[in-house]
């Protein structure tokens, strides 16, 4: 009980220091007159602060943990059953104390229906995980259905479902979670998602999390458009739906990883943050994105990542602009992709520097692919494809990775050298070390800032 006390105390400590003055509130008085001993100096400093401190404390330790401090006092014997965040993970089943995986997953699925029986307060947040121990599996199915419907008839707020069945097997979210309302975080991985047909999404949902979830194409659009107060919204490697549509009024952070034929926004005044990894060179069938009308309904974007292969994706069958019909007025940070033998795809890069005028920070990261056709010298030239006078870029960070050395890509280092002149740093970052002949050029390239650096990160050899 010691070692509860002190994680306790521990814990007070770091209350304390965000400024919350907790221990002012402890006197020593419940101590009646007697030597206090250590145990009774840190149950006390601990028992008399407020409800509120108390429950902050709690929080922060593992369920196991919390439920332990009802034998300190009749005062702490029910505080744990009031707490509003329920985290189920592998704390709570250590394997060197538990023994054979069978009596693992047993107790670890009698806590979780203990608690749940016994907690008397609002649940706000619960996280179910196994962390790939398969301590939850095909077998567990009904338990955590069981779970689900307990949940959802007491309003919680936020959950978390993180468990990965043996076999590629997925786990179906039964209906009732679709008819809890008063959901406004859901985070699902490896999940299968079949919602009834009356189903038209969560109209307090402001956050979503789906990673390797499977999924109807037309019931994801249902889920996104018919959930009005969304904001956040993360999807990874997900199976049944290619095309990305998403319409969602008060959205400001999108990131999408897989494989996917498009992505369409419409309605995201709001969206400022989007982050893009096309995992997939190929088209799955028709790409029904492409460059300018990807930006169409990004009028706000602030940062935009775009990795992989979907600025390839963007700019299969068309012909790339010159700049953007509409530029990104907002745009201070762009992270991008490209494959530097490609003169399309260095159009394109051009083209989102020439149509971002307050871009800060920029990263471009070489894309190498095994069949690529080598640019010839007279092939291509900066400044040619800008085709109108040269305009000065508000770069301050620039960050050039996964380079080989190659003319185009020293072209492109040289070129953002010449025209940033308000640039303080640029970190080249070989996918190989550079050659003393090429580290001597990039040394020697003009920079139009006079107090621009080039830091240089070589690769670990071993």
Same mark, same amino acid.
């Given at each position: 009980?010691?070692?509860?006390?002190?994680?306790?105390?521990?814990?007070?400590?770091?209350?304390?220091?965000?400024?919350?003055?907790?221990?002012?509130?402890?006197?020593?008085?419940?101590?009646?007159?007697?030597?206090?001993?250590?145990?009774?100096?840190?149950?006390?400093?601990?028992?008399?602060?407020?409800?509120?401190?108390?429950?902050?404390?709690?929080?922060?330790?593992?369920?196991?943990?919390?439920?332990?401090?009802?034998?300190?006092?009749?005062?702490?014997?029910?505080?744990?059953?009031?707490?509003?965040?329920?985290?189920?993970?592998?704390?709570?089943?250590?394997?060197?104390?538990?023994?054979?995986?069978?009596?693992?997953?047993?107790?670890?699925?009698?806590?979780?229906?203990?608690?749940?029986?016994?907690?008397?307060?609002?649940?706000?947040?619960?996280?179910?995980?196994?962390?790939?121990?398969?301590?939850?599996?095909?077998?567990?199915?009904?338990?955590?259905?069981?779970?689900?419907?307990?949940?959802?008839?007491?309003?919680?707020?936020?959950?978390?479902?993180?468990?990965?069945?043996?076999?590629?097997?997925?786990?179906?979210?039964?209906?009732?979670?679709?008819?809890?309302?008063?959901?406004?975080?859901?985070?699902?991985?490896?999940?299968?998602?079949?919602?009834?047909?009356?189903?038209?999404?969560?109209?307090?949902?402001?956050?979503?999390?789906?990673?390797?979830?499977?999924?109807?194409? +037309?019931?994801?659009?249902?889920?996104?458009?018919?959930? /009005?107060?969304?904001?956040?919204?993360? =999807? !990874?490697? *997900? $199976?049944? &739906?290619?095309?990305?549509?998403?319409?969602?009024?008060?959205?400001?952070?999108?990131?999408?990883?897989?494989?996917?034929?498009?992505?369409?926004?419409?309605?995201?005044?709001?969206?400022?943050?989007?982050?893009?990894?096309?995992?997939?060179?190929?088209?799955?069938?028709?790409?029904?994105?492409?460059?300018?009308?990807?930006?169409?309904?990004?009028?706000?974007?602030?940062?935009?990542?775009?990795?992989?292969?979907?600025?390839?994706?963007?700019?299969? +069958?068309?012909?790339?602009?010159?700049?953007?019909?509409? /530029?990104?007025?907002?745009?201070?940070? =762009? !992270?991008? *992709? $490209?494959? &530097?033998?490609?003169?399309?795809?260095?159009?394109?890069?051009?083209?989102?520097?020439?149509?971002?005028?307050?871009?800060?920070?920029?990263?471009?990261?070489?894309?190498?692919?095994?069949?690529?056709?080598?640019?010839?010298?007279?092939?291509?030239?900066?400044?040619?494809?800008?085709?109108?006078?040269?305009?000065?870029?508000?770069?301050?960070?620039?960050?050039?990775?996964?380079?080989?050395?190659?003319?185009?890509?020293?072209?492109?280092?040289?070129?953002?050298?010449?025209?940033?002149?308000?640039?303080?740093?640029?970190?080249?970052?070989?996918?190989?070390?550079?050659?003393?002949?090429?580290?001597?050029?990039?040394?020697?390239?003009?920079?139009?800032?006079?107090?621009?650096?080039?830091?240089?990160?070589?690769?670990?050899?071993?």
């Amino acid at each position: 009980m010691v070692g509860i006390l002190t994680k306790m105390a521990h814990m007070l400590e770091k209350i304390n220091r965000t400024g919350n003055n907790a221990t002012s509130f402890c006197n020593g008085d419940n101590l009646k007159g007697r030597k206090p001993s250590k145990l009774d100096m840190e149950s006390d400093r601990i028992s008399c602060l407020p409800d509120h401190i108390i429950d902050q404390i709690l929080s922060h330790l593992p369920i196991k943990d919390a439920g332990r401090t009802s034998v300190l006092s009749s005062i702490w014997r029910n505080k744990w059953s009031t707490q509003p965040d329920l985290v189920f993970d592998k704390q709570c089943a250590p394997v060197a104390t538990s023994g054979l995986p069978s009596v693992i997953k047993i107790k670890f699925l009698r806590m979780i229906d203990h608690v749940l029986l016994l907690h008397s307060g609002p649940i706000n947040k619960v996280k179910i995980s196994d962390s790939g121990r398969h301590i939850i599996d095909m077998n567990s199915v009904a338990d955590i259905d069981r779970w689900i419907l307990h949940l959802t008839k007491r309003s919680i707020k936020k959950l978390v479902l993180h468990f990965c069945f043996q076999f590629q097997q997925r786990y179906k979210i039964p209906w009732c979670l679709f008819s809890c309302q008063s959901l406004q975080g859901l985070k699902l991985y490896y999940c299968w998602l079949k919602p009834p047909t009356t189903f038209e999404g969560f109209r307090n949902l402001k956050s979503l999390k789906l990673k390797q979830v499977t999924m109807a194409q +037309d019931a994801f659009e249902n889920l996104i458009s018919g959930s /009005p107060l969304l904001e956040k919204l993360i =999807l !990874s490697d *997900c $199976i049944g &739906f290619t095309q990305i549509n998403i319409h969602a009024p008060n959205m400001w952070f999108v990131e999408i990883v897989g494989k996917f034929e498009g992505i369409s926004f419409d309605n995201t005044p709001q969206l400022a943050n989007v982050f893009v990894n096309q995992t997939t060179q190929s088209r799955l069938h028709r790409c029904s994105s492409n460059l300018v009308n990807f930006f169409d309904h990004l009028p706000n974007i602030a940062v935009l990542v775009i990795h992989s292969y979907f600025i390839k994706i963007l700019l299969a +069958d068309v012909v790339v602009p010159v700049k953007l019909p509409t /530029p990104c007025i907002n745009l201070t940070s =762009l !992270s991008v *992709c $490209i494959n &530097f033998n490609d003169l399309k795809e260095i159009s394109a890069g051009l083209c989102l520097l020439k149509s971002s005028p307050n871009l800060q920070v920029l990263g471009i990261f070489a894309r190498h692919e095994k069949h690529a056709d080598l640019l010839t010298p007279v092939s291509y030239c900066w400044e040619d494809i800008f085709s109108e006078p040269i305009m000065s870029f508000k770069l301050e960070r620039v960050m050039v990775g996964d380079i080989s050395g190659t003319k185009s890509e020293l072209d492109f280092i040289r070129f953002i050298l010449l025209y940033s002149p308000v640039l303080e740093k640029m970190t080249v970052e070989p996918v190989v070390n550079f050659t003393s002949e090429l580290m001597t050029e990039l040394i020697r390239f003009r920079r139009v800032s006079g107090q621009a650096e080039i830091v240089y990160l070589a690769k670990d050899s071993s």
